[in-house]
């Protein structure tokens, strides 16, 4: 096993003279905090005491930022076997039909509500258990049969992907599977397996992107039994509809080497507890069946043996659910985005101006080919990464990122662009247009629903921010003490010593010719993208060690130049997993020349991306926009708010 940069973790640790595991344990962080407002730092250091110990070699996706390219790591395609299809099967064929022939996810937008008919028949086939033990209930199925309900359910109707999927890839279900007791387990799984809704409640009015803020308090009783919890959840998804919740809430502190330690630890709650009340039901611009609401907790009452893990433990729990749970959204972007194409290429067909079909006009045809191979990526990228987590191969938080961060970016520009080709009948009601006897395609309720899916379970900028720090990470382990001013001075000339050694060797490397090998048994054009993106990463490294020289400890703060490193990798990530996708289906019997030109195109246009972002890198406004928005907000420019209501 590697380490990262590719010297041994001793010497990494020896040579840098930073305590590696301090990070994790927060004693010193590598992230010098002592310049940062007290709130910044101590969220950073509480997200940095959350963490998980990482797998030394990293994974795929993060040893993209240090120029080494694994294409063996996910080459061949990690397929779902024949064995774990076959378990799906019955269930996701039964799904299929049922939302087809039960669900009316157009009267569902209409009237707000999902008919409890609906929820009682999902319970009844296991489809809010998908992934719960057969032992608890559940279906006990795979993650990437999982992902395959969401991608039926979020090709039909993105309410019930919702309420199905905060039930059980961020509710009760998700972090009792990681973290339960097995008594928690016996007790909480059944009940939400087969009968009742369940919900994650983390947000706070001054709790979003940073949770690490928040004000829900949970305290001891005197004698210890229980815990006494007062303060206010939003947006808790389900919470309407909910028997139970995964509560995140701020527990006294812990002094900790004479600092006072923030303490945030995770409960199951029961929404009959006396004193909970859902206050309110919030309403918004798509997901009009949401169950969504404020979730008010006066006085409750919960007892200590319902604790989630450690005391303190609360962010690690929620972080963590998170990790995985959130691959169920680009699982069920992949199905919007396919729906949206064949809503377009039937209509590019059929739609006739200026004397030819509207799919032979450039601009239209241009618009289509970009969602196929979009969705064709998108596929490949999300059940590669479901796939991994079900082989349970290590750290796969990058991926998970990126994956959620690609995917509903460009599930909403796919939306955006389907309704351009549909044009008038693309911004008009699904109800409108029956009423006037035209077929009721609901592009508008697809475009209104997704757009959330930016938003939340971590938004896309935090998503950068969070790839931007594990790609940080081993630069940090080798060469971050020289940054930490937290350090003794002789600490901290010794790592200018030692890293400098450290990158006497690596970075030269970054120069030589990338190769990903021989690959053998992969098609001479997928071959060719193979090895740009081994090429491509070496040049990403260094373009993110120079960066590194330039910015020092303040790189953290250019978040527009790290989000095109992130940008890049994540697209050199879905190159690689388009192109083992491809050679997958190709040695499937799929038809060649198909498969090829849609992964052709795919891994054109990402290339296209990539050099648009690598031309950021040197060229940019970054700067000028920062400090002009810094005038806007001083309330300068006043002449840009004239001549309105
Ligand atoms: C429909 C819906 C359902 C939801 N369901 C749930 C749920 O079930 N459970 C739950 O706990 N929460 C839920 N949420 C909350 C959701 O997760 C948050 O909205 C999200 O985390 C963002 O928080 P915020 O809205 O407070 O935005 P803020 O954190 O205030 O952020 C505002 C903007 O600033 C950006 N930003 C913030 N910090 C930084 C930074 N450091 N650097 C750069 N940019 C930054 C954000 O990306 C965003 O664009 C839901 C929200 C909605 C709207």
């Not at 005491?49 to 395609?77: C, K, M, Q, T, V």
């Amino acid at each position: 096993m590697k380490p990262p940069l590719e010297a041994p973790p001793e010497q990494v640790k020896a040579e840098t003279g930073a305590k590696e595991s301090s990070a994790r344990s927060g004693s010193a962080p590598l992230i010098d905090t002592s310049k940062m407002s007290a709130g910044k730092a101590a969220a950073l250091e509480l997200a940095e005491s959350s963490r998980d110990p990482l797998d030394e070699r990293g994974s795929f996706a993060s040893n993209l930022f240090i120029g080494r390219y694994d294409f063996d790591r996910i080459f061949p395609y990690p397929a779902q076997s024949d064995e774990d299809r076959a378990k799906g099967e019955g269930f996701l064929e039964k799904l299929k039909t049922y939302l087809r022939d039960h669900v009316d996810a157009d009267e569902i937008d209409r009237t707000g509500e999902i008919p409890q008919k609906n929820i009682d028949d999902l319970f009844e086939m296991g489809a809010f258990g998908v992934k719960i033990p057969q032992q608890f209930g559940g279906l006990g199925l795979s993650q990437v049969n999982y992902g395959r309900a969401a991608m039926l359910l979020g090709s039909w109707d993105e309410n019930l992907t919702a309420l199905v999927s905060a039930h059980q890839s961020i509710g009760v279900a998700q972090p009792l599977l990681l973290f339960g007791t097995e008594e928690q387990k016996r007790k909480y799984l059944p009940r939400v397996a087969r009968k009742e809704i369940s919900a994650f409640a983390l947000t706070e009015w001054n709790a979003g992107s940073d949770p690490a803020n928040m004000s829900l308090r949970a305290d001891p009783t005197d004698d210890g039994s229980a815990f006494i919890m007062n303060g206010e959840k939003l947006w808790c998804t389900n919470g309407v509809k909910a028997g139970v919740l995964v509560v995140m809430a701020k527990t006294p502190p812990k002094i900790v080497k004479g600092k006072e330690r923030k303490q945030i630890t995770a409960f199951i709650v029961d929404v009959d507890s006396p004193g909970l009340e859902i206050t309110y039901r919030c309403h918004f611009m798509g997901l009009r069946a949401l169950y969504n609401g404020v979730v008010k907790f006066t006085n409750v009452r919960v007892p200590r043996e319902n604790m989630i893990a450690k005391e303190g433990q609360g962010l690690k729990v929620a972080l963590t659910t998170l990790n995985t749970g959130r691959l169920t959204i680009p699982a069920a972007c992949v199905g919007l985005s396919k729906r949206l194409l064949e809503i377009c290429r039937k209509w590019a067909k059929e739609r006739v101006q200026w004397g030819v079909p509207i799919g032979q006009h450039y601009a239209i045809a241009g618009k289509i080919a970009e969602m196929a191979g979009s969705i064709f990526a998108m596929e490949a990228m999300t059940f590669l990464t479901s796939a991994l987590v079900d082989r349970k191969s290590g750290d796969l938080r990058i991926e998970t990122a990126m994956c959620k961060m690609w995917a509903t970016e460009t599930t909403w520009r796919l939306a955006d662009e389907a309704m351009q080709v549909r044009g008038g009948r693309g911004y008009e009601t699904a109800q409108s247009l029956a009423g006037r006897g035209e077929e009721p395609i609901p592009v508008e309720r697809f475009l209104r629903d997704c757009r959330i899916n930016t938003i939340f379970e971590g938004s896309s900028e935090i998503m950068r921010l969070f790839v931007a720090r594990e790609a940080l990470d081993p630069h940090l382990k080798v060469g971050g003490a020289i940054f930490n001013t937290q350090l003794p001075t002789s600490e901290r000339l010794k790592a200018v010593f030692t890293s400098g050694k450290f990158y006497v060797a690596w970075y030269p490397k970054q120069w030589l010719p990338g190769s990903a090998g021989e690959l053998k048994g992969v098609q001479d054009d997928l071959r060719a993208h193979v090895h740009y993106a081994s090429r491509t990463s070496k040049r990403l490294a260094r373009g993110l060690f120079h960066a590194m020289t330039r910015f020092g400890p303040k790189l953290d703060r250019e978040q527009l130049l790290l989000s095109r490193f992130v940008g890049i990798a994540t697209e050199l990530f879905a190159i690689s997993a388009t192109c083992s996708f491809a050679q997958y289906k190709i040695d499937r019997g799929e038809p060649a020349h198909e498969i090829l030109s849609v992964a052709n195109y795919f891994c054109r246009s990402a290339k296209m991306r990539i050099d648009h972002h690598f031309a950021g890198t040197s060229r940019n406004v970054d700067r000028a926009g920062f400090d002009l928005t810094q005038e806007l907000l001083a309330g300068k420019h006043a002449d840009l708010g004239e001549g309105i209501v």
